[in-house]
């Protein structure tokens, strides 16, 4: 008997420093799993490429594309704007692909909301706490890519986040790399199989 599987939208989300990237990244090297580029307003790191790690957009650039409707979700982070476009999702879950977002609580609210059925279907969410706020602390000062008030920011900006919790499927605390990757993955596989999403072909 041959089943098809429509796509899966999974969305994950937690404080910076969660570690919700990293298990983003190494999913999708790990399973097939397109991991969507977002768009952001803030300035390019070192080392980062444009349009591999973000589409790197001017405020003009970025409010264009709101307006012509051509974002999935768009939130306002850390006083920089950050976006998923359309483009990049809908019609990889039409092909049956799974997608994965790493979006903040913002961001993952506008996808719980949405009205499309396609999407309202294939939604997965999870949250990444961290261990704690001394490990949180920990991961962001090691980073050295923000300032001291920026850090402070990030901190503040974490308790907040943490209490979305709740509101997602899945939550992971953050232990290793290694052990977040296998509960993400657990996670897809599970999902994978579940009855609802399975088809007979026409």
């Known amino acids: 008997m041959s089943l098809h599987r429509t796509g899966i939208l999974c969305v994950v989300s937690g404080p910076s420093g969660s570690g ?5 990244r190494s999913a999708a090297e790990a ?5 969507t580029t977002s768009c952001t307003t803030r300035a390019m790191r070192p080392g980062e490429v ?3 790690d973000y589409f790197f957009l001017t405020d003009e650039e970025f409010q264009h ?9 768009h939130a306002l982070v850390h006083g920089r704007r950050y976006g998923t476009l359309k483009s990049e999702v ?8 799974d997608v994965v977002m790493d979006l903040d609580p913002q961001g993952a609210a506008q996808i719980r909301d949405c009205q499309d059925l396609a999407i309202r279907h294939s939604l997965v969410d999870v949250f ?4 704690g706020m001394d490990e949180l602390r ?21 308790i907040d986040e943490m209490q979305h919790w709740a509101l997602y499927a899945y939550t992971i605390v953050s232990r290793s790399k290694e052990e977040d990757l296998a509960k993400f993955l657990g996670i897809l596989t599970a999902e994978r199989l579940r009855s609802s999403r399975l088809r007979f072909p026409a």
Request: aromatic fraction near 6%; glycine fraction near 8%.
């Open 65 to 73: 594309r709101v307006d012509a409707g051509g974002f999935l979700e």
């Open 138 to 158: 920990a991961r962001l000062t090691s980073r050295s890519s923000e300032t001291a008030a920026e850090l402070q920011l990030r901190l503040l900006n974490a």
């Open 50 to 52: 444009n349009g591999k």
């Open 128 to 131: 990444i706490l961290p261990a």
């Open 31 to 35: 399973t097939p799993l397109y991991y």
């Open 20 to 24: 919700k990237t990293t298990v983003c």
């Open 90 to 97: 809908i019609p990889r879950l039409a092909d049956g692909q």
